[in-house]
């Protein structure tokens, strides 16, 4: 039977939304790859909207909502299990070693203050929403004995509270099984299959999994199959065992310190957090370790006599403004769930309700429209408009199209018409600013992007794919970087996603490169054609760089790529045309457009390339290396219309003697 909703990700918040579903009557689906992986496992389970200080407005309702939620949905999961999930409305204790000001004066042993629905900083705000209590040296140290000398006062947050994180992972799954949820392990999903704006399933390493609706909520892997700005930012945690014969009193309430947070359970304290960004590397480390226990035994100092219990790690998904992605996608039938950073076991039962609402009844909360993807693209502040080639200019300028008399057709690759033969790229420049005015000054079309560097935030490729107007623009992912035909299938992939979000529904393309080879970045042409092979099968428009191999060219053209992308000489020599018999070969065989790619340095090399009978140029590094990549972008979109034009026109035939110019009947004779 195939499921109503699969959700991907079996964590905390993939598992709140699966039983919420589940018991609202639909049949639910997840699909988890690695349940001890989730971020659940890099947590502390502290319920601390108040303590954390959220300082933006709506973050801090949802934070609100859900911390209100969590009696009543902890009991119903406690019911429905028999197990208990450790949760304690403790309230939450918050010391510090300098006083600020404002924050009472030393005089002043108890003094009531409002954690408010506005910005602002702690403790400071317009209207009472959740209260906070200052306590000042002596009355902290006396409300709770054992905290470090330096401790000069601190907040008292009495509505927080807490959960044991590891507990509540398994009630939850332990529920969604009691429900009768499908929990499916060891499923890594791959791809989404996507037709007209619907996703019509997930190709996983199990085959393909379909369902009438998808929700996203893998947590720091969302970017693996979407190019969501979501990044795993890694934590290392340990714990310590309190002995069972101690002099001094145990700690009885969580302390939330500066960088630090001591949480204690029946029998040991919980001391976390790093905040790395490190990718996915994982295991603790001895620098991670000594940061953590430095802090805690500052603020706490008797615990470095207590015996260590364990080290752990995990990762937290973390988005741009550390702000969750919630709500509808750019499919009519996938909705997002991901990115909750820090804030995942404390958002779980408010992002369970507002995803099944949104599912189920197509009712949409207001707070929702603060998390869309969406707020992560910017309209771009330079327009690049689609236009045809000029042939003709005047005192330096644009001048209107005049008719040619040799008519040319357009440039069709995979059913989409060009008027433009020159397409750029996005890498190599000084500054985004700069590759901005040479897209714009090259007329081009189309601008290939490489998708792992965009979703790496390499050097150069920050807010790339929000610099340019992709309304005007076609987009064409690359698998730059990809040195394996699997690699650069996954990246092709993700790519078609990006170009999705991005506005480009239809859009199918990807410049395929597989380059093991990282001296000379030669094309891998085994790789290469593996690669094309699949991509093909699933509904790509391929463009594969290749090394000027005619055998290999007509072989892609044979299993369907769209295109062949020969190199005119090695990546980036900037040596031009070194191939050019081959290059010959290829076009007169070709019955796809063979556009050249790599190696051009001038606009006379480009424009001998076209000469050839070229369908199309890529140029890059010739462009965004020149000192005035502008005017190169534009001295390379002539080359590619006068070399265009040269070609249709035909070259005069080449004599072995001279022939003059002007006739010599008529001359004057003495």
């Known amino acids: 039977m195939i499921s109503e909703t699969v959700i991907i990700?079996?964590?905390?918040?993939?598992?709140?939304?699966?039983?919420?579903?589940?018991l609202r009557g639909t049949n639910v689906t997840v699909l988890c790859r690695d349940f001890q992986a989730a971020a659940t496992h890099a947590a502390a389970g502290m319920l601390a909207p108040d303590a954390e200080n959220i300082a933006n407005k709506a973050m801090?309702?949802?934070?609100?909502?859900?911390?209100?939620?969590?009696?009543?949905?902890t009991r119903k999961l406690e019911e429905l299990t028999g197990?208990?999930?450790?949760?304690?409305?403790?309230?939450?204790?918050?010391?510090?070693?300098?006083?600020?000001?404002?924050?009472?004066?030393?005089?002043?042993a108890l003094r009531l203050r409002s954690v408010t629905g506005e910005q602002g900083s702690r403790g400071e705000g317009l209207?009472?929403?959740s209260p906070a209590y200052w306590l000042n040296k002596e009355a902290i140290?006396?409300?709770?004995?054992?905290?470090?000398?330096e401790v000069v006062g601190g907040w008292w947050y009495p509505e927080d509270a807490q959960v044991d994180n590891k507990a509540l992972a398994q009630v939850l799954r332990t529920a969604a099984e009691s429900v009768g949820v499908e929990l499916k392990d060891g499923i890594t999903v791959e791809a989404f299959l996507q037709q007209q704006g619907q996703v019509v399933g997930v190709q996983t390493n199990a085959g393909i999994i379909r369902a009438a609706h998808?929700?996203?909520?893998?947590?720091?892997?969302?970017?693996e199959l979407l190019p969501l700005p979501v990044l795993p930012r890694k934590g290392q945690m340990l714990s310590v065992r309190i002995p069972e014969v101690s002099p001094e009193l145990p700690l009885k309430r969580v302390l939330f310190g500066q960088d630090i947070y001591i949480v204690p359970r029946c029998d040991r304290l919980v001391?976390?957090?790093?905040?790395?960004?490190?990718?996915?590397m994982p295991n603790n480390t001895p620098e991670g370790i000594q940061k953590l226990l430095q802090a805690a035994i500052r603020l706490y100092p008797q615990l470095k006599h207590y015996p260590i219990q364990e080290f752990w790690w995990g990762f937290r998904p973390t988005t741009p403004d550390e702000l969750p992605i919630l709500g509808t996608s750019h499919c009519q039938n996938l909705t997002f769930a991901t990115g909750h950073y820090r804030n995942g076991i404390l958002l779980a039962p408010v992002t369970a309700a507002l995803i099944a609402d949104l599912i189920l009844e197509q009712k949409s909360d207001p707070l929702l429209a603060d998390f869309h993807y969406s707020r992560f693209q910017s309209k771009s502040s330079t327009s690049t408009p689609m236009l045809t080639h000029s042939a003709n200019f005047s005192n330096g300028h644009h001048s209107a199209i005049s008719p040619l008399p040799t008519q040319d057709s357009p440039l069709i690759i995979a059913g989409k018409t060009f008027q433009s033969r020159l397409m750029t790229g996005t890498g190599k420049y000084r500054s985004i600013e700069e590759m901005q005015q040479s897209v714009a000054a090259s007329d081009c079309q189309i601008v290939t992007v490489a998708v792992r560097r965009v979703q790496t935030k390499a050097p150069g490729h920050e807010g790339l794919a929000e610099a340019l107007d992709w309304t005007k623009i076609w987009m064409l992912p690359n698998t730059a970087g990809c040195q394996t035909a699997e690699e650069a299938i996954r990246v092709a992939r993700l790519g078609r996603e990006m170009a999705k979000l991005l506005g480009q529904e239809d859009n199918n393309f990807v410049k395929l490169e597989v380059i093991p080879d990282l001296k000379y970045l030669l094309p891998d042409p085994i790789g290469t054609l593996q690669a094309a092979e699949q991509l093909v099968k699933e509904g790509f428009a391929v463009l594969p760089y290749i090394n000027a191999d005619p055998m290999l060219a007509k072989r892609l053209e044979e299993v369907g790529c769209a295109t062949v992308m020969p190199l005119a000489s090695p990546i980036g020599s900037g040596q031009g045309l070194k191939t050019t018999a081959n290059i010959q070969i290829i076009i007169e065989n070709a019955g796809v457009p063979v556009v050249?790619?790599?190696?051009?340095?001038?606009?006379?090399?480009?424009?001998?390339?076209?000469e050839l009978g070229a369908d199309a140029l890529l140029i890059n590094s010739a462009i965004a290396l020149s000192p005035k990549p502008a005017a190169m972008a534009r001295a390379m979109n002539l080359a590619a219309v006068a070399g265009r034009l040269a070609y249709l026109a035909g070259r005069m035939p080449i004599k072995d003697y001279a022939s003059p110019s002007s006739p010599l009947t008529g001359t004057i004779t003495s």
């Open 127 to 129: 209207s009472s929403s």
């Open 141 to 149: 140290h006396q409300y709770q004995p054992g905290l470090g000398a």
């Open 214 to 223: 998808y929700v996203l909520a893998s947590g720091a892997w969302s970017n």
């Open 83 to 108: 197990l208990n999930t450790g949760y304690r409305p403790c309230g939450i204790l918050a010391p510090v070693f300098e006083e600020a000001e404002g924050q009472g004066g030393r005089g002043a």
């Open 9 to 22: 990700g079996g964590g905390v918040i993939g598992l709140a939304i699966a039983i919420e579903l589940k």
């Open 271 to 280: 001391i976390g957090a790093t905040s790395e960004d490190v990718g996915f």
């Open 596 to 610: 050249v790619d790599a190696g051009i340095g001038s606009p006379s090399e480009a424009a001998q390339a076209m």
């Open 60 to 73: 801090r309702s949802l934070c609100w909502r859900s911390r209100a939620l969590y009696p009543d949905w």
